[in-house]
């Protein structure tokens, strides 16, 4: 059955951050994460900058509260991420390695994240945008700028080794509907699959906004990965809209936010395989949108005191119909 998950730990605070919430806050924070999902993503603990934060040290604290904490409340977890150009470290970043030195420290990384939280992940996202917008390979990934592209095979092997009941994905954004970038996962996808290379999944994350209209191929998009045989997810789920000058939300811009959740939803009960349906944070408060597009936001299905969006009722009725 599907699981319906948010990204957890808004704004990526350290378990220590004299920034962090109120234990107020963040009790009644725990109660809504609780009562209303069944699977949890890292929104930052697990990624390279918090896990691993010098060549030879690994911080797991904050990923394995997330993980712990995760377990108590019954949810699954979804790990996100092993291979991404962005979030790195400055050690890896600025570091003057040779080849194959970096892949031994990709390798390393992932033997040992992917095996200590081993059992405990049930998907990870292996690569997360490893594609432009033209559907060529970034070239301002470390590893495949300076390994080429044969290191992603790799990544997955090495990661179903060390955790072979974790679902292995690629996750990416604007890959919601039928376009170069996605297409250049579908042709990648096949030729993986073709080389027995573990892929079990493709990811689109679901950061929409209303300023560009709504994916409206999502469901065919995502069925066709799984005519390949895979899972589908979406991982990040938010709609933000440019906010009026009050920073309200207009009623008909409520509305318009309510539907895209909608229809997010009903395509993905709509396609076979598509068994994880996860929000990047279910109020505003946490959103990591305002801080990277200034006067927008609001994208979440929650207010900031928790209070419930139209969006909220939109996914609850499209999850209770499918
Ligand atoms: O680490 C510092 C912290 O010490 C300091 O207190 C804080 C103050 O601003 O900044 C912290 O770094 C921030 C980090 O989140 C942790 O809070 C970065 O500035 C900030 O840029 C970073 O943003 C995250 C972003 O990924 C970075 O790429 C967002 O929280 C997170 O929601 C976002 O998530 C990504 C997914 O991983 C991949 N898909 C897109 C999605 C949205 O961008």
Known sequence: SMKIGTAVAGGGHHTDDPDSPSSTEAAAYAEVLNREFSSVSAENQMKWEYLHPERDTYAFEDGDAIASSAQQSGQVVRGHTLFWHSQNPTWLEEGDFGAEELRTILKDHIDTVVGHYRGDIQQWDVCNEIFTEEGELRENNIWLRELGPGIIADAFRWARAADPGALLFFNDYNVDGINPKSDAYYALIQELLAEGIPVDGFATQGHLSTRYGFPADLAENLQRFADLGLETAITELDVR??????????????????????????????????????LWGFADSYSWVPGTFPGEGAATVMWEDFTRKPAYYAVQDALAEG
Do not use: F, H, I, W
């Not at 409520?254 to 009960?269: G, I, N, W």
């Open 241 to 278: 809209m440019d906010l009026p000058e009050s920073g309200r939300p207009t009623t008909e811009q409520l509305e318009k936010q309510a539907e895209y959740y909608r229809r997010v939803t009903e395509a993905a009960v709509a396609v076979d395989g598509c068994n994880s349906l996860t």
